[in-house]
Every structure is written in structure tokens, then in C-alpha cells.
């Protein structure tokens, strides 16, 4: 199976990047936060590449073998996943996020030239506009606590321009991603050719870590991923 790493450099920052599969490239999968990095889509990813489906996958700033020379935000999280989508892939694309890379998901999604069909959110977050700059951090934090603040999600006043597909995976068990946030994506998703909601049930938040160990689950989801509903 085809593998290359490399690095890109965005802004201030070296980003440990890498494609799995062969050409075309047109899917990138995003990791989320805490002590994630692109190890742990691995295992989805390499099913992916046995249905055919080549992928890239970066490890943010500040996670797995990528600097942090300065705070990240998900600003910051935004131009990396922007350069590794520009570099890497090719169009028509499938972006994949994960927890916190939901957002960045969507919104690369809303930027019509990066011509993105289908977005897949598994457990995937939104966040209040005005955390969009902050860096990581208790003002970041702060913004996060103001009860239900991802109701005023500015991606979901950007998801108004978008007109591919959505699938967004929602884990019944999930205590940390609010179940209406998919709702909420669905609803100001009125523009969008297909928007699904699948949930799991007996599922909780470490979904990544599930679908290591669980071939029928990471079967499943690939296929989600590669062959998106109709």
C-alpha cells in the first residue's frame, strides 16, 4: 500500500502530514483535540485504502509530530488543514472531521474553491463564533462554558453556501458532543444536495479508538465515507 510523509510549512509552524493510498487524492480526514493526532484514524484510514478511497491527514500544531512554536487555535487549525487540502488533493473532495475537526470540516467545506462534495462529521463539534481566533487556552476555555454556546456556531451561518453532500455521525452514547449539534448542522444545512444524520447507538465519544478494535464498525464507516448515501 502506497504511504508518504512529509511536512509542510504554515506560518510559524512545521506540519507532519501524510497520504495513504493511491492517486487521485480526494479525501482528507481531520483528527480532533486532547492528545489526538493522525495515528488514530490510521486504522479507518488503511480501510479506506482498501475500498480505493486514497486519504491525507496532518497532525495539528501541537499534536503528534508537528511543532507548536506558538498557541494553536482553531483559526490556526483552519490554514493547515487549507495548505494540506491545496497541496495534497485533488477535486471533486471528501473532508472527514473528527470531534473538533468537524468544524474545520465544515468550514472548508463553505469555501466553494476548494470544491468539497461531501463532508463527513463523525462525533464532530461546533464552536461559538467567538472562539474562532482565541488561542487554546481559558479564554478559549471560557467562551466554551457559556451554556449551549455552540448554538451561535458561525459555521452554521456559512453552511447556508454550501450545496454538496453531509453526513454526520452521531454517537448515542456521547458525553461529550451535545446531541442537537447535529440537528442543529442538519437544519442550517438547507442548501446541501443530501443531509444525513446516522446515529450509533452504544457508542460513545472514542469512537477512533473503537473502530481500531471493532473491523465491522471501521468497515461500516469507510464505506460511509466512500460511498456516500444517495
Not at 28 to 48: D, F, I, M, Y
Not at 59 to 67: E, I, M, P, R
Not at 69 to 93: V, Y
Given at each position: ?20 493510498g493511491?492517486s ?34 496532518l ?9 507548536s ?25 471528501t ?31 461546533i ?32 453552511l ?14 456521547d ?16 442548501a ?39
Open positions: 500500500m502506497s504511504f508518504t510523509s512529509f511536512s509542510l510549512q504554515v506560518d510559524d509552524e512545521c506540519v507532519a502530514c501524510d497520504v495513504l493511491a487521485p487524492v480526494q479525501t482528507l480526514v481531520l483528527h480532533g483535540a486532547g492528545q489526538s493526532s493522525r495515528q488514530r484514524q490510521q486504522p479507518l484510514r488503511q480501510t479506506l485504502a482498501d475500498l480505493g478511497c486514497a486519504s491525507a491527514a497532525d495539528f500544531s501541537g499534536h503528534g509530530a508537528s511543532t512554536h506558538q498557541p494553536a487555535s482553531l483559526e490556526k487549525r483552519l490554514e493547515q488543514a487549507q495548505a494540506l487540502l491545496d497541496h495534497a488533493t485533488t477535486g471533486p473532495r473532508v472527514v472531521g473528527v470531534s473538533m475537526g468537524g468544524e474545520i470540516a465544515l468550514r472548508l467545506a463553505c469555501r466553494a474553491q476548494n470544491q468539497i462534495t461531501h463532508v463527513v462529521t463523525i462525533v464532530g463539534a464552536y461559538d463564533g467567538s472562539a474562532f481566533a482565541l488561542p487554546f487556552g481559558p479564554a478559549f476555555s471560557a467562551a466554551l462554558r457559556r451554556h449551549e454556546s455552540w448554538r451561535d456556531a458561525e459555521v452554521l451561518q456559512l447556508a453556501t454550501y450545496t454538496g453532500r453531509l453526513t454526520l455521525v452521531r454517537a448515542l452514547d458525553a461529550v458532543i451535545p446531541y442537537d449539534v447535529a440537528d442543529l448542522v442538519r437544519d442550517h444545512a438547507r446541501s444536495r443530501h443531509c444525513c444524520i446516522v446515529d450509533l447507538p452504544s457508542v460513545d465519544h472514542r469512537i477512533s479508538e473503537r473502530c481500531a478494535n471493532d473491523h465491522a464498525l471501521r468497515h461500516w464507516l469507510a464505506q460511509l465515507i466512500a460511498n456516500p448515501p444517495a
